[in-house]
């Protein structure tokens, strides 16, 4: 097995946006799009958020594998977006299919291996867990609220960081930075009390998460991604 990069860094080649209010595939204000040989997404083209939260999908799905991922938050929040997305953003892992999403919402059923960055006072961790549409097990016991904070340092300023994720299909995921683990959860499953879970487990959909599709977000600020790879991993 070997590292696969994801991103060519020429353009977005098997990357399908999905951004809230328009149909798949349509990349409103060209949010996300490739300078100089990054992946970029950008608010340059917007006058006002308006909640279009967006989200780059790759093209396959992926069950067991090693996440690579290197980010950078820089610019300032788009106008109009939540105080609570400032230098935010995150890699959805084991997401429901693009092709599923209703037009108006706003993140796929998944989990959100979380990007901060430091706000220039106190502590900010990065390679949080933040679980739309899902629930997960940790330590033996469900757990529903929507996001749990990691042990990772915090990052200012506008450096480049690096995490990465192993992912073990429904048995275990750990969040990784610095070479550390610094979240651990397993039995990732649909939230069957969430209206998008609902429609998927209608759908026939199984409850229990043991793969899916990568996505990187569009949260209302402007952030670079230089580096998406994946290293897959033997069952």
Known sequence: MRWISLFNGRNLKGWTPKIRGYKLGENWG???????????????????????????FYKSPFSRYRLRVEYRFLGEQCAGG?????????????????????????????LELQLLGGLGSGPR?????????????????????????????????????TIEAEVL??????????????????????????ASAKKLLALGLPKMLAGGYLCLQAESHPCEFRRVEVLPLKP
């Open 169 to 194: 299909g429904n048995d275990k995921i750990t969040h990784i930075v610095g070479g550390k683990p610094v979240i651990t959860y397993n039995q990732p499953q649909l939230d069957e009390t969430d």
């Open 30 to 56: 060209e949010t996300f799009r490739v300078e100089r040989g990054v992946l970029c997404v950008r608010y340059d083209r917007y006058t006002k958020f308006d909640d279009k939260f967006g989200h780059l």
């Open 82 to 110: 939540p105080g609570w997305a400032t230098r935010n953003s995150g890699v959805m892992l084991h997401s429901q299919d693009p092709k599923t999403m209703a037009l108006d919402q706003d993140f796929p059923a998944s």
């Open 125 to 161: 961790t990065t390679a949080n867990l933040c679980t739309p549409g899902t629930n997960v097990v940790m330590d033996g016991k469900l757990i529903t609220r929507h996001c749990t904070d990691s042990t990772s340092p915090t990052f200012p300023g506008d450096d480049w960081v």
